[in-house]
Structure formats: C-alpha cells, structure tokens
C-alpha cells in the first residue's frame, strides 16, 4: 500500500486536471465578444431602432466571420444628443454613427475617440439637408425669412442646427431678426411643426423631409444645403484587434438592402480633418446669438 500510495495520488492529481482543462476549453468556446452600439434620438426611437437593427446583425454576423469568434450587438438609444455624446464620452458604449458636430462634440469630450469608417451618399462624402417652409408658402429665399419664425432641430444638430444658422448668417438674418425661434429636438418634429405652420420654416435632413412628404405632411424645400456624411466612431481605449476588424468589414461591406438602407454606395476611411467644416460653422453660429 505504501508502494502504490504516491502512484494513486499522482494518478487522482492528473484526474483532476482533466476536468479543469476541459472546463477552460468549454469556457474559451463559448466566448464571444460583447459590443455596444449607441444611438441618439433624431427621429421617433422605434424609428431608430427601426433602422439600425437589420444593420447591426449584418455587422455583427460580418465581424464574427472577420474574427473567428461571435461578436454580438447590442443597442442603447439614449433619450437626446447630449445623452448619446455622453454615454460615447464616457466608455458606456462601444461604438456610435453620429452626425458631424455630435462627433466634434465628442472628440471635444474625449480626444481618444476615433472614427471607424465614414458612410457615403452618390459615391461623395456629402448628403443634403433642406430649410423647408409649408407648401402654400410666399416665401422664396433665405433673406425672405427675416421676421418670420423658424424651428431648428437639436441643439447639437449639424443640419438642424449648425449648418441652418450658417445660411441664416449668409443672409444677414440672427436670432434678432426672426420674430420667433426654438430648437425641437427631432428632424421629424421640426417638419411637422413646419408643415402645421406653427413655424414657417424649419431645417431637417432630407431623408426625414421625404419621409415626410410621403405621409402627406404640406411641406416644400425653400433651399437644400451639403453636410459632411456621418462618421461610425468607437470609444476611446477600444480593442484595438477589434477596431481593426471593424474597419475592415466597414470597408469591404458589399452592398446590399441591409447595408444601403444606412448607406447607399458604402464607407470609406475618414479622418478628422473630413470634419473641419463643420467645425468652422459650429464657431461661426455663436454669431447667431440667441
């Protein structure tokens, strides 16, 4: 017994080796990669989630294949475009698609943000936005707006805001000029209240203002403008593996309904300095007062 006694114990120490291997290699197979994606609301939420969820399983089946491990998305819409900066700022989420000033907004917050890839409109860097007024409107110019009432988006808006008050300025037109003014908050919101004329013009993106013409809603376009497409940015300190990964399948994404519902000819590499124009105009609107 004495003889066969160190041979036992060695042989139940191996016996219980084997199961704790086992047990790591169970745990390392169901491993997968937990992602975060948020959003703000620029429309109604149940449009949002509308829109980016057909987008975020086809990317998330595309990093799974890049990376050989199952990535999975989940979605955090948060209520407005200073809670969604916020939680981006803050490491809450993993990755965004931001209009152009919330990202400057946001690499202003925290500089280690980055850009994954920029979507594009035409093969361009640049999609519309519109100033619209009411369909049985007499108004025919910006300059026409002098006095008049005006309904801009978020405050942090590119379109809704920033770029609106820009051609406003071009016009000679600040917040003492209009005889009334207010930010409210949506692209769907401001051309409804446009289209009821509780305000008689108002500036959304033309994807919203179609959208809306659809539904009815009495609304023209008084003068269409070019913004910088959005970016997809991730958070700062992200896996730098996994940042790669997702440029890549940005990039290389064919097209398809999924992908050209969000964008229609695809991404492309994008950098900070795609963005310096809305940063001009975002200086140029403390003129605006107000």
Same mark, same amino acid.
């Given at each position: 017994?004495?003889?066969?006694? %160190?041979?036992?114990?060695?042989? /139940?120490?191996?016996?219980?080796?084997? %199961?704790?291997?086992?047990?790591? $290699?169970?745990? =390392?197979?169901?491993?997968?990669?937990?992602?975060?994606?948020?959003?703000?609301?620029?429309?109604?939420? !149940?449009?949002?989630?509308?829109?980016?969820?057909?987008?975020?399983?086809?990317?998330?089946?595309?990093?799974?294949?890049?990376?050989?491990? !199952?990535?999975?998305?989940? $979605?955090?819409?948060?209520?407005?475009?200073?809670?969604?900066?916020?939680?981006?700022?803050?490491?809450?989420?993993?990755?965004?698609?931001?209009? %152009?000033?919330?990202?400057?907004?946001?690499?202003? /917050?925290?500089?280690?943000?980055?850009?994954?890839?920029?979507?594009?409109?035409?093969?361009?860097?640049?999609?519309?936005?519109?100033?619209?007024?009411?369909?049985?409107?007499?108004?025919? #110019?910006?300059?026409?707006?002098?006095?008049?009432?005006?309904?801009?988006?978020? &405050?942090?808006?590119?379109? /809704?805001?920033?770029? =609106?008050?820009?051609?406003?300025?071009?016009?000679?037109? +600040?917040?003492?000029?209009? #005889?009334?003014?207010?930010?409210?908050?949506? &692209?769907?919101?401001?051309?409804?209240?446009?289209?009821?004329?509780?305000?008689?013009?108002? =500036?959304?993106?033309?994807? +919203?203002?179609?959208?809306?013409?659809?539904?009815?809603? %009495?609304?023209?376009?008084?003068?269409?403008?070019?913004?910088? +497409?959005?970016?997809?940015? &991730?958070?700062?300190?992200?896996?730098? +593996?996994?940042?790669?990964?997702?440029?890549?399948?940005?990039?290389?994404?064919? =097209?398809?309904?999924?992908?050209?519902?969000?964008?229609?000819?695809?991404?492309?590499?994008? !950098?900070?300095?795609?963005?310096?124009?809305?940063?001009?105009?975002? !200086?140029?609107?403390?003129?605006?007062?107000?």
């Amino acid at each position: 017994m004495n003889i066969l006694a %160190p041979i036992l114990k060695s042989i /139940g120490r191996k016996a219980l080796i084997v %199961p704790a291997v086992l047990g790591l $290699m169970s745990s =390392a197979a169901i491993a997968e990669i937990q992602l975060v994606f948020g959003a703000y609301a620029a429309d109604k939420p !149940t449009a949002v989630v509308k829109q980016f969820q057909p987008f975020l399983s086809l990317l998330a089946t595309e990093l799974t294949k890049e990376m050989g491990e !199952t990535v999975k998305i989940k $979605m955090k819409i948060a209520r407005s475009y200073d809670d969604g900066i916020d939680d981006l700022v803050q490491g809450r989420v993993d990755f965004s698609r931001f209009g %152009p000033a919330s990202y400057i907004t946001a690499k202003e /917050g925290n500089g280690g943000i980055g850009i994954i890839a920029m979507e594009t409109t035409d093969g361009n860097k640049v999609f519309s936005g519109v100033i619209a007024v009411r369909s049985d409107s007499t108004i025919s #110019s910006i300059a026409d707006l002098n006095g008049r009432s005006f309904a801009f988006g978020d &405050h942090l808006s590119t379109i /809704g805001r920033f770029l =609106a008050q820009d051609l406003l300025l071009d016009a000679q037109i +600040t917040a003492a000029e209009l #005889s009334n003014f207010e930010y409210l908050g949506r &692209h769907d919101a401001v051309g409804a209240a446009v289209g009821v004329g509780t305000y008689d013009a108002g =500036a959304l993106k033309m994807s +919203t203002f179609e959208k809306l013409v659809k539904k009815e809603v %009495p609304i023209k376009i008084l003068q269409e403008f070019d913004n910088v +497409t959005k970016p997809w940015i &991730h958070r700062a300190g992200m896996d730098a +593996t996994v940042v790669a990964a997702m440029q890549k399948v940005f990039l290389q994404m064919p =097209a398809s309904d999924v992908r050209d519902a969000i964008t229609d000819t695809g991404f492309v590499v994008g !950098t900070d300095e795609d963005y310096q124009p809305i940063r001009r105009a975002m !200086t140029r609107s403390e003129q605006f007062g107000g």
